[in-house]
């Protein structure tokens, strides 16, 4: 069955410094990856995706993520943390069935950031 | 502002009442999804409608119904209330059907069952 994993439940780093989150996943076809972040009473945004092509991929707010096909993995990655970075992130997996028809994400259970001053 | 709308923002409620849950997707968009997020539960598929028609179903109770109208808007209803429907649902709404295609999400209904 599909499913995705986020080990870290909560992380907390400095301002300024580097950030990995980590996300496995477990999909039997040619994944399409997401991720998104959610501030706290707010809906979640999209950051980046994975669908095909280059393995390192550039999102918004200086994001960036690299799938690795061999690791299953798809971590989320950022040079320097800002303050406002504090939110939570969730990996996606997207599902296509029926042609292309109809689908839905997975979503792992998520990992919180919160950074130090 | 993803551009896909949703009311009420709260909503509270006592058990064994229904309610009804309303999202607006983003323009050009025919798929809507349906999510609940707990905090026991993570965020879970609901269901999905595209064009009008229903197309999956997740982790739905039966107690709980959507629907997709003409102008493409969607209702979710929930019936017969338990104090574990307390939630966030979401809706998020894409151009395609398929999980493949970028989803944009509202900013949620948060349900309060007491």
């Known amino acids: 069955a599909q499913s995705v994993t986020q080990p870290d439940i909560h992380i907390t780093v400095s301002e300024g410094a580097s950030l990995e989150l980590r996300c496995n996943y477990s999909?039997?076809?040619?994944?399409?990856l997401f991720w998104y972040v959610q501030s706290p009473g707010q809906g979640l945004q999209l950051l980046l995706k994975?669908?095909?092509?280059?393995?390192l991929v550039q999102g918004i707010k200086g994001f960036e993520a690299e799938f690795k096909r061999s690791q299953s993995s798809f971590n989320l990655r950022k040079p320097s943390v800002h303050w406002s970075d504090a939110a939570e992130y969730f990996c996606?997996?997207?599902?296509?069935?029926?042609?292309?028809?109809?689908?839905?994400?997975?979503f792992g259970k998520g990992t919180k950031l919160s950074v130090k001053p | 502002d993803s551009g896909v709308t949703q009311t009420p923002k709260h909503l509270i409620t006592a058990t064994g009442q229904r309610v009804t849950l309303r999202c607006s997707p983003r323009?050009?968009?025919?798929?809507v999804y349906w999510y609940q997020q707990s905090l026991d539960q993570g965020l879970q598929f609901l269901i999905q409608?595209?064009?009008?028609?229903?197309?999956a179903k997740g982790n739905i109770l039966e107690r709980f119904s959507a629907q997709q109208f003409p102008d493409l808007h969607s209702e979710l209803n929930l019936s017969s209330l338990e104090l574990g429907d307390s939630a966030l649902y979401f809706c998020?709404?894409?151009?395609?059907?398929?999980?493949?295609?970028?989803?944009?999400f509202g900013p949620g209904t948060r349900l309060t069952v007491t």
């Open positions: 998020a709404s894409s151009v395609g059907g398929s999980g493949t295609y970028e989803q944009y």
């Open positions: 999909y039997g076809a040619t994944p399409y």
């Open positions: 994975y669908f095909s092509g280059d393995t």
């Open positions: 996606a997996v997207g599902l296509m069935n029926y042609g292309g028809s109809q689908g839905n994400l997975i």
């Open positions: 323009s050009g968009d025919l798929s």
């Open positions: 409608y595209y064009n009008g028609e229903e197309r």
